[in-house]
């Protein structure tokens, strides 16, 4: 009995009709009245929770007053994020060219075949098309240049290879070749015992495309011939060009020592490259 006494209170407040009377308190004159039961008021009060809802939801999109919301971020710092995401995009791009172009240059100097090296055509300008400053650093040998023109020469008996074998060079130093090129051992050029400080000569005109140190061949230099043709000289004692130099065949580009972890006493260890792949000194130059 209680319990159907409870479900008609509450059957009755929602049918009930109520009213909302506002008048005069001086003459009692009524002047606005409002019907309404139980049932339409909670419709009402549902209806304008969602009213309140959706305008709150369009002022936080489509107007600034978002701004003001904590942790929501302002226009200048969405711009900011926007400018910072294609910098950081911009950099990561750059730092994959510059770690495949370390990658590539540290094989070329490890002595292996780069799948992309600066060495092939097109890769690095010609030394005619290039206007670089000239050092004269060769004022202490010009007196021997004389001497060992007459060294100018290339091994007839050999097969040619492309348009190289037509090519004149000069030894980069005369002496005894105690390493010869072997790929099956792994040794990709020759190498040459001289004078102590004799003096490397530059093999062909070309462009000195790198000059430097290395941990395990010790001061090499790089030159770019024609021809798509590379010339390397490691183990030097001291370099005598910088990078972008131009040089004339002959010319003195560094002295012979022995640097480099690989070395086993004083020599110059040369090197030739055509087209990106190793070639034997001996088919080209007498040493």
Same mark, same amino acid.
């Given at each position: 009995?209680?319990?159907?006494?409870?479900?008609?209170?509450?059957?009755?407040?929602?049918?009930?009709?109520?009213?909302?009377?506002?008048?005069? !308190?001086?003459?009692?004159?009524?002047?606005?009245?409002?019907?309404?039961?139980?049932?339409?008021?909670?419709?009402?009060?549902?209806?304008?929770?969602?009213?309140?809802?959706?305008?709150?939801?369009?002022? &936080?999109?489509?107007?600034?007053?978002?701004?003001?919301?904590?942790?929501?971020?302002?226009?200048?710092?969405?711009?900011?994020?926007?400018?910072?995401?294609?910098?950081? !995009?911009?950099? /990561?791009?750059?730092?994959?060219?510059?770690?495949?172009?370390?990658?590539?240059?540290?094989?070329?100097?490890?002595?292996?075949?780069?799948? /992309?090296?600066?060495?092939?055509?097109?890769?690095?300008?010609?030394? !005619?098309?290039?206007?670089?400053?000239?050092?004269?650093?060769?004022?202490?040998?010009?007196?021997? &240049?004389?001497?060992?023109?007459?060294?100018?020469?290339?091994?007839?008996?050999?097969?040619?290879?492309?348009?190289?074998?037509?090519?004149?060079?000069?030894?980069?130093?005369?002496?005894?070749?105690?390493?010869?090129?072997?790929?099956?051992?792994?040794?990709?050029?020759?190498?040459?015992? *001289?004078?102590?400080?004799?003096?490397?000569?530059?093999?062909?005109?070309?462009?000195?495309?790198?000059?430097?140190?290395?941990?395990?061949?010790?001061?090499?230099?790089?030159?770019?011939?024609?021809?798509?043709?590379?010339?390397?000289?490691?183990?030097?004692?001291?370099?005598?060009?910088?990078?972008? !130099?131009?040089?004339?065949?002959?010319?003195?580009?560094? &002295?012979?020592?022995?640097?480099?972890?690989?070395?086993? *006493?004083?020599?110059?260890?040369?090197?030739?490259?055509?087209?990106?792949?190793?070639?034997?000194?001996?088919?080209?130059?007498?040493?």
């Amino acid at each position: 009995m209680p319990k159907e006494r409870k479900r008609d209170k509450i059957r009755k407040l929602f049918q009930n009709p109520y009213r909302i009377v506002i008048f005069n !308190d001086l003459n009692l004159h009524i002047i606005k009245q409002i019907r309404f039961n139980a049932r339409t008021l909670v419709m009402a009060l549902v209806f304008a929770v969602v009213v309140i809802i959706i305008g709150v939801t369009v002022l &936080i999109a489509f107007t600034p007053l978002r701004e003001y919301i904590p942790g929501y971020p302002t226009g200048k710092m969405r711009q900011m994020l926007i400018r910072n995401v294609l910098i950081v !995009d911009s950099l /990561d791009l750059e730092i994959q060219r510059r770690d495949k172009y370390f990658n590539d240059f540290r094989a070329m100097l490890a002595g292996e075949t780069p799948s /992309d090296t600066a060495v092939r055509r097109g890769a690095i300008p010609r030394p !005619d098309q290039v206007q670089f400053k000239k050092y004269d650093h060769d004022s202490l040998f010009k007196d021997e &240049i004389s001497q060992e023109q007459t060294n100018l020469g290339i091994n007839s008996g050999q097969v040619a290879r492309g348009g190289v074998a037509g090519l004149l060079f000069f030894p980069p130093i005369n002496g005894m070749i105690t390493g010869k090129y072997d790929l099956s051992n792994g040794h990709i050029g020759v190498d040459i015992v *001289g004078k102590l400080n004799a003096r490397i000569s530059a093999a062909l005109d070309g462009t000195v495309i790198f000059a430097g140190w290395t941990i395990n061949t010790g001061y090499v230099i790089y030159l770019q011939h024609e021809q798509n043709l590379v010339t390397v000289y490691r183990h030097n004692a001291e370099l005598l060009k910088i990078q972008g !130099d131009k040089v004339r065949a002959g010319e003195a580009i560094a &002295i012979m020592g022995n640097t480099g972890k690989e070395t086993t *006493g004083p020599h110059l260890h040369f090197e030739m490259w055509l087209n990106g792949a190793s070639i034997n000194p001996e088919d080209y130059i007498k040493f």
